[in-house]
């Protein structure tokens, strides 16, 4: 089993959409863990931390669930902006990336 | 990213070929990590350095490939004996800060192996 997985899409969704994304990790002793977005032939940046008791920035909002292992992210009124790849990274003791969920949002 | 600079850009060579790929981080970072992206494909972790501690090497795929940082600082990969399934992007990202696990990424150093 991959440490980190990820649904690789892609996901199709209209503008306006709203769309979320999962993502599971084996190592129970992980301590933090974050959505990087990666625009194509870019190097990966990051979106957002993710909290235990959740958190939302604007129309993206992260979530954790440590009994079953998993991170999510929401994305609201989704723009043709946000067609990007998501990865999840898994922080047990060095950084674990996922191979990413694409989004294609389109008119 | 600022703050990172990785080089060469772009480098094709011959299979059977050694080439080192160099990663200059802005001072005061706190750990360097370098990972593997192919084609299509998510962020594979090869390797990272923390502080004066020994390196992390669990992620290298084989003997071929070695890393080292300077200094403190500038960091460079080397693969030996290049093979085609070593084209990728190499990824060098470093952490700033002490306590914070957020990554900065290098523009990152595609290599195709003929």
């Known amino acids: 089993r991959k440490e980190v997985e990820q649904d690789p899409g892609p996901f199709n969704v209209p503008e306006g959409a709203t769309v979320a994304f999962n993502c599971t990790y084996s190592?129970?002793?992980?301590?933090?863990f974050f959505w990087y977005r990666q625009d194509c032939r870019k190097e990966p940046k990051l979106l957002m931390s993710?909290?235990?008791s959740g958190n939302e920035d604007g129309r993206f909002t992260a979530q954790l669930n440590r009994a079953s292992q998993y991170i999510s992210l929401l994305i609201r009124d989704s723009k043709l902006s946000d067609s990007a790849t998501y990865l999840c990274?898994?922080?047990?003791?060095?950084?674990?990336f996922g191979t990413g969920t694409r989004l294609q949002v389109f008119p | 990213g600022a703050g990172v600079s990785q080089s060469p850009s772009n480098k094709v060579t011959e299979k059977g070929k050694d080439v080192e790929l160099r990663c200059d981080p802005i001072?005061?970072?706190?750990?360097l990590y370098w990972y593997r992206q192919s084609l299509g494909q998510g962020l594979e972790f090869l390797i990272y350095?923390?502080?004066?501690?020994?390196?992390?090497k669990s992620g290298l795929p084989s003997d071929r490939f070695s890393a080292e940082r300077t200094g403190g600082s500038v960091s460079t990969l080397t693969i030996q004996r290049t093979q085609q399934e070593d084209s990728a992007v190499y990824l060098c990202?470093?952490?700033?800060?002490?306590?914070?696990?957020?990554?900065?990424f290098g523009a990152g150093s595609r290599l195709t192996v003929l």
């Open positions: 990274v898994v922080n047990p003791d060095k950084l674990i």
């Open positions: 190592n129970s002793a992980s301590q933090s």
């Open positions: 993710v909290y235990s």
């Open positions: 001072s005061g970072h706190t750990a």
């Open positions: 350095f923390q502080g004066n501690s020994a390196p992390d």
């Open positions: 990202a470093i952490k700033r800060g002490s306590g914070a696990n957020v990554l900065t």
